[in-house]
């Protein structure tokens, strides 16, 4: 803790702050410490229990995947409200986890937004690498329905589904469009330049241009 306390930076702090996450430690710099501190179970634990973000992100670096049951990692992402940490935990931990398809199932039909968003990155992974026994269309379904005045946070990851629907699923294609352009979701969020734009179509254009596909 005095490590991350030592790393930390106000000007950091200050942009992560923007974007709903309270640490100011690079990250690269928390890369390098867990490089170092390499995995260690009861040492993960014990700065998640922490509360501190920093300590979290931290703990997600040098954790055992595998190792958290299912109830525990249902906790960990419930009380997870930095998207930084909420990111980090999704991708880097339930993802690993043998809990995953239980946990997505679950969380999908959550009525918290924050939770109902974990069910949905887990979805567009299996999206993209584990298609097979997904409903595209159901979710399809799904998605035009609520994705237009869900919060930010689910919206956002639903509309992370659609695009890698539309990417990857070339019959399904045109419907992921369609509902892109229909519902017009993240159509005007600005975009640096040389980066790709969030809005579905756009998204899906560059990614199958990219990949050379039609």
Same mark, same amino acid.
């Given at each position: 803790?005095?490590?991350?306390?030592?790393?930390?930076?106000?000007?950091?702090?200050?942009?992560?702050?923007?974007?709903?996450?309270?640490?100011?430690?690079?990250?690269?710099?928390?890369?390098?410490?867990?490089?170092?501190?390499?995995? @260690? $179970?009861?040492?993960?634990?014990?700065?998640?229990?922490?509360?501190?973000?920093?300590?979290?992100?931290?703990?997600?670096?040098?954790?055992?995947?595998?190792?958290?049951?299912?109830?525990?990692?249902?906790?960990?992402?419930?009380?997870?409200?930095?998207?930084?940490?909420?990111?980090?935990?999704?991708?880097?931990?339930?993802?690993?986890?043998?809990?995953?398809?239980?946990?997505?199932?679950?969380?999908?039909?959550?009525?918290?937004?924050?939770?109902?968003?974990?069910?949905?990155?887990?979805?567009?992974?299996?999206?993209?690498? $584990?298609?097979?026994?997904?409903?595209?269309?159901?979710?399809?379904?799904?998605?035009?329905?609520?994705?237009?005045?869900?919060?930010?946070?689910? @919206?956002?990851?639903?509309?992370?589904?659609?695009?890698?629907?539309?990417?990857?699923?070339?019959?399904?294609?045109?419907?992921?469009?369609?509902?892109?352009?229909?519902?017009?979701?993240?159509?005007?969020?600005?975009?640096?330049?040389?980066?790709?734009?969030?809005?579905?179509?756009?998204?899906?254009?560059?990614?199958?241009?990219? @990949?050379?596909?039609?």
């Amino acid at each position: 803790m005095a490590e991350l306390a030592a790393l930390d930076d106000p000007k950091a702090r200050k942009v992560n702050e923007r974007h709903g996450d309270d640490h100011g430690v690079n990250l690269g710099r928390l890369r390098a410490l867990a490089k170092r501190l390499k995995t @260690q $179970q009861d040492l993960a634990l014990r700065l998640w229990e922490t509360g501190d973000t920093a300590a979290r992100l931290l703990a997600l670096l040098i954790c055992r995947p595998k190792a958290f049951e299912r109830e525990r990692l249902d906790r960990m992402v419930r009380e997870t409200r930095a998207p930084k940490v909420h990111d980090w935990l999704v991708n880097y931990v339930v993802k690993k986890s043998p809990h995953a398809e239980e946990l997505r199932l679950a969380w999908l039909a959550d009525p918290d937004p924050v939770v109902a968003s974990a069910g949905w990155a887990l979805t567009t992974a299996r999206v993209a690498k $584990q298609p097979e026994g997904l409903d595209l269309d159901a979710l399809l379904d799904e998605i035009e329905a609520g994705m237009k005045d869900a919060p930010d946070r689910l @919206q956002w990851a639903m509309n992370h589904c659609l695009a890698q629907i539309g990417i990857d699923h070339p019959g399904h294609r045109a419907r992921a469009v369609g509902i892109g352009e229909r519902l017009e979701v993240l159509k005007d969020y600005p975009t640096a330049p040389g980066c790709t734009s969030p809005f579905a179509p756009t998204w899906i254009a560059e990614m199958v241009r990219r @990949q050379g596909t039609s």
